[in-house]
């Protein structure tokens, strides 16, 4: 009997430390909570495989001998960052005529390299939103696969749009007859490139609205694809499953976009009171890269980008900033996304600070890149917030972010479904 007793108790014993052995407790001075809005002192976020099982303040929580714990002291945590706009494959030093050299196979090694950069800047989900060759689904495979270091993807793959316009390849005469991937032009071209995209892996389609800054040939306000070509796009993408993303610069073309039913419009630099109205109304998300503007009329002509691109980038680059403030203002629905490939890779969190110069609290901009984020993606509850069930995504910075949003720019910890990337 006495045997009995101490067998059970002995394999309680085991049980609770092979459990215990499963799970890590990383404890946080501050934590930011998304969800409510709300700065929380000490907490402790206990982690289960790749999962958060549960959240509580630290003194609630008793840690079994065992355990793993990862102390982060007085560190601010935040759920990892959520980038909706990125071309991971895109290499940001060759810009113009230099980016024709790079094949398929050499932009998806680019990308392997700039996931890891993404990872390191506290980015541990992004949207690519446009790769040639299913580059991009290649990238997402290896990453899920645990070939390379990355954050989680959703892609796009050919970006469609039409011959000639933002989203095809201008850069050649006809006598080389290049075309980008996904022109499509008309209701039924327009359905089988989307079926075709979804039937080598695409999670959501992307296609060009208007035409744009750094194309060869397009006019950056003028609309591309009428509204019927539109309605094929969002129709055929939504009866797969999939969500839209439209890139538009120019107010009609921004218009026709939330009519057909985008789920985001990206960049919007050129929206009126009418397409704020309308985003308002659909709760279109827009997705505006409001950092990159910086870069390109800094750094443009030493990286590559055509004259005409620095000059459309005047036209539009400001309007952008001022137009986020007013559509921020009116309450239309924002997610952070920022041109990654456009820029060098990792400087995400740039954006940041430049979304708050223009009306966001530090706290809405932070909620842009996590919990409005994920609903974009299709993903809440499973990312863009520190709550049990979700991955263990977490990031952690050394000082308050909601007092210097510019803390998100030197992110020292990363985590990504409970696996540490980058160490305190
Ligand atoms: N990929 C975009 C385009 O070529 C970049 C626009 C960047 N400029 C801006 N102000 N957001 O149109």
Redesign the pocket.
């Known amino acids: 009997m006495k045997n009995r007793t101490l067998a059970i108790a002995l394999c309680l014993l085991v049980s609770t430390a092979a459990t215990a052995q499963g799970l890590v407790y990383v404890k946080a001075g501050h934590m930011v909570d998304v969800v409510d809005g709300k700065m929380r002192a000490d907490q402790t976020i206990v982690i289960r495989g790749d999962r958060i099982e549960r959240v509580a303040s630290t003194s609630s929580i008793d840690i079994p001998a065992g355990a793993r714990v990862i102390d982060l002291g007085n560190a601010t945590v935040l759920p990892g960052l959520i980038d909706m706009h990125v071309h991971l494959t895109g290499d940001p030093d060759a810009q113009g005529y230099a980016n024709l050299a790079a094949s398929v196979p050499r932009n998806a090694l680019y990308g392997a390299a700039n996931g890891r950069r993404t990872m390191n800047a506290g980015f541990t989900t992004v949207r690519n939103v446009g790769a040639g060759g299913y580059a991009d689904v290649a990238l997402r495979d290896a990453i899920n696969n645990g070939d390379v270091v990355g954050p989680r993807m959703r892609v796009a793959a050919h970006s469609l749009g039409i011959t000639g316009g933002?989203c095809d390849n201008n850069f050649l005469p006809a006598e080389y007859a290049v075309s980008s991937g996904g022109v499509a032009d008309g209701p039924w071209e327009i359905r089988k490139k989307v079926r075709e995209n979804v039937k080598y892996g695409a999670d959501l389609t992307k296609f060009c609205a208007t035409g744009?800054?750094?194309?060869k040939g397009t006019t950056v306000g003028a609309q591309q694809y009428t509204l019927e070509e539109m309605i094929a796009i969002v129709s055929e993408s939504h009866q797969r499953d999939r969500k839209v993303a439209a890139h538009a610069?120019g107010t009609e073309g921004i218009i026709a976009a939330i009519r057909a039913g985008v789920d985001s419009v990206e960049?919007a630099?050129l929206i009126d009171d009418e397409g704020i109205r309308l985003a308002k109304a659909n709760g279109t998300f827009l997705v505006m890269?409001v950092y990159?503007?910086t870069y390109?009329l800094e750094m443009g002509e030493a990286a590559g980008f055509l004259p005409e691109s620095l000059e459309k980038?005047r036209q539009?680059?400001q309007a952008?900033r001022n137009n986020f403030r007013k559509a921020h203002a009116a309450g239309v629905r924002m997610a952070f996304g920022t041109?990654a490939g456009?820029y060098p890779h990792g400087n995400n969190g740039k954006q940041f600070a430049y979304m708050v110069q223009y009306g966001m609290t530090p706290m809405e901009a932070i909620q842009a890149a996590t919990v409005n984020a994920a609903e974009l993606l299709g993903w809440p509850g499973d990312v863009g917030a520190i709550e049990s069930g979700s991955y263990a995504d977490l990031i952690a910075v050394r000082g308050n972010p909601l007092e210097d949003i510019r803390e998100l720019e030197d992110v020292r910890f990363v985590m990504k479904g409970g696996e540490v990337f980058k160490q305190w």
């Open positions: 933002h744009g800054v750094l194309s610069h960049h630099s890269d990159v503007d390109i980038e539009v680059g952008q041109d456009v």
